[in-house]
């Protein structure tokens, strides 16, 4: 799918824009907007990013990181065009009212690039390109670039190879195509280093990050083919972690040979469970998750929900129950 004319056509026009992504963003939100960020300057375009800080560890590696200002601190004046980049709805930029009421708000041009599956409608005012065929959206934004006949820079590179590994796994999941290696081949030639992006995205955990993993893992329910397990609001304040240290808990799990479905529940706040669903094979847990108000991919998706982890737990396994499957 190629980027609407649309798009293509306000990137030239506009000169100043907004980027924004998904609230606890990982390697493919942010190394997606920073690529973005350096194409559309090469154009000589104003462009602000803003996200939810402090950005977690493992990206801290990534070239123009330092550019990403405080969500908090959101302005929106002299920036005409929104670009949502990984994320398809103003409101899983934020948990926080005030934040979203600022962004809402706005009254310029909207965007959506991303590379979830979305259900419905709700934001008539954007022209969205969504391809959930696409591993990750920095696929997109490759394209996107391509598309303009713009340059690979090696900082760009780095972004979104960043963002390829990141959600294909580092290869291993079955979005994993020849387009996938195709691409990444050229970030690679471009200037992208593998190893060193590797341990920087995957093995570069705090001490305190492993003793939340441990707490996951002591935690753990198998109930075959499911297992799942939960992390409380006191395990974060134990631990001094935050929810982006949980970023592929949910991965882990899968390792159990005969498990086909994993659950993660954090408790974000008192009564606020976010919830993460990975699956093997055939097993689509968007549907799921679709039906608590979340959405996602195939193998990969999540939702909010309130209640208690008791409660939130008892409800999914009803759903699962209902799909036949558990």
């Excluded at 040979?257 to 606020?272: G, S």
């Amino acid at each position: 799918m190629n980027p609407p004319e649309d798009l293509i056509n306000i990137l030239k026009k506009e000169d100043n824009f907004l980027i924004l992504t998904h609230s606890t963003p990982d390697g493919d939100a942010l190394g997606s907007c920073l690529a973005l960020k350096f194409f559309l300057e090469k154009l000589n375009k104003k462009v602000e990013i803003f996200a939810e800080k402090p950005i977690p560890l493992q990206y801290r590696f990534l070239p123009g990181i330092d550019y990403i200002k405080d969500l908090k601190e959101i302005t929106l004046k002299n920036l005409n065009v929104l670009i949502l980049v990984d994320c398809n709805k103003i409101k899983r930029v934020s948990y926080e009212r005030e934040i979203l009421k600022k962004i809402e708000s706005f009254n310029g041009k909207t965007f959506v690039i991303d590379h979830h599956i979305i259900d419905d409608q709700d934001d008539n005012r954007s022209i969205k390109w969504i391809d959930p065929q696409k591993a990750a959206t920095g696929i997109l934004i490759y394209n996107l670039i391509k598309s303009m006949k713009g340059k690979i820079t090696e900082e760009i590179a780095v972004n979104l190879y960043t963002a390829i590994i990141v959600d294909t796994g580092n290869f291993q999941f079955d979005n994993t195509t020849e387009e996938v290696f195709s691409i990444a081949t050229e970030l690679v030639k471009a200037g992208a280093k593998p190893s060193y992006i590797y341990q920087q995205c995957f093995e570069s955990w705090r001490e305190n990050r492993f003793k939340l993993f441990i707490r996951m893992l002591n935690n753990l329910e198998i109930l075959p083919p499911l297992a799942l397990s939960y992390i409380s609001k006191s395990d974060f304040q134990d631990t001094n972690t935050k929810e982006s240290d949980t970023e592929r808990f949910v991965e882990f799990l899968r390792i159990l040979n005969d498990i086909n479905l994993t659950v993660l529940f954090r408790e974000i706040e008192t009564d606020l469970i976010k919830v993460s669903l990975r699956s093997k094979g055939d097993i689509d847990v968007s549907l799921i998750a679709r039906e608590f108000g979340g959405g996602g991919h195939k193998n990969a998706a999540g939702y909010r929900t309130k209640g208690s982890l008791k409660y939130s737990r008892n409800q999914l396994i009803k759903k699962l129950k209902k799909y036949n499957l558990l």
